[in-house]
T-cell receptor, first 115, second 114 residues
Framework: AQSVTQLGSHVSVSEGALVLLRCNYSSSVPPYLFWYVQYPNQGLQLLLKYTSAATLVKGINGFEAEFKKSETSFHLTKPSAHMSDAAEYFCAVSETQGGSEKLVFGKGTKLTVNP | GAGVSQSPSNKVTEKGKDVELRCDPISGHTALYWYRQSLGQGLEFLIYFQGNSAPDKSGLPSDRFSAERTGGSVSTLTIQRTQQEDSAVYLC????????????FGPGTRLLVL
């Protein structure tokens, strides 16, 4: 079974500072990887996804993530944090088995942006 | 276009009652998923529907949970004899199919069992 580990359940940054949210995965096959964002009392919104086309993936709202196979990592970054980035972020890997498919999620990282 | 919709948005029920949660996927999406989000367990897969294939029910936590998908579109998740530990946010998602297709999520149903 595949798994996802997100280091740091809470991350706090100042407005304008670099955002770095860490994600490591375990997968026996080339993975499909995703980052989703969840604002309070809302569902999950896709930020970006990795599908092996390029190791550096650009997403919405200025976020990007780099796939590093040697480190089994898919960390999410944004050069300059904005107050509106405050939310919870989930890394996920797509697991396909026996004709079924599902997302396996990390525990999430809550991002706080301080003025 | 319209996204995934879920109803009700909030549900408060008494222990032992049955509840039904509804999901309307994006039109044309053949795959539909239910997940549960709770403080202690994070985001957990519950069930997967793909076209006319038999659903993958491997994530359902007990036989009190069941789901159906009528006409390849709308899905209903039913919880019988609800327990307090069933309190969670139930999220529905849909996608164009398998192979790492993006799953688009609805806003969720917040269930509170008293």
């Amino acid at each position: 079974a595949q798994s996802v580990t997100q280091l740091g359940s809470h991350v706090s940054v100042s407005e304008g500072a670099l955002v770095l949210l860490r994600c490591n995965y375990s997968s026996s096959v080339p993975p499909y990887l995703f980052w989703y964002v969840q604002y309070p009392n809302q569902g999950l919104q896709l930020l970006l996804k990795y599908t092996s086309a390029a190791t550096l993936v650009k997403g919405i709202n200025g976020f990007e993530a780099e796939f590093k196979k040697s480190e089994t990592s898919f960390h999410l970054t944004k050069p300059s944090a904005h107050m509106s980035d405050a939310a919870e972020y989930f890394c996920a890997v797509s697991e396909t088995q026996g004709g079924s498919e599902k997302l396996v999620f990390g525990k999430g990282t809550k991002l706080t942006v301080n003025p | 276009g319209a996204g995934v919709s879920q109803s009700p948005s909030n549900k408060v029920t008494e222990k032992g009652k049955d509840v039904e949660l509804r999901c309307d996927p994006i039109s044309g999406h053949t795959a539909l998923y239910w997940y549960r989000q709770s403080l202690g367990q994070g985001l957990e897969f519950l069930i997967y529907f793909q076209g006319n294939s038999a659903p993958d029910k491997s994530g359902l936590p007990s036989d009190r949970f069941s789901a159906e998908r009528t006409g390849g579109s709308v899905s209903t998740l039913t919880i019988q004899r609800t327990q307090q530990e069933d309190s969670a946010v139930y999220l529905c998602a849909s996608s164009l199919g398998q192979g790492g297709m993006t799953q688009y999520f609805g806003p969720g149903t917040r269930l509170l069992v008293l």
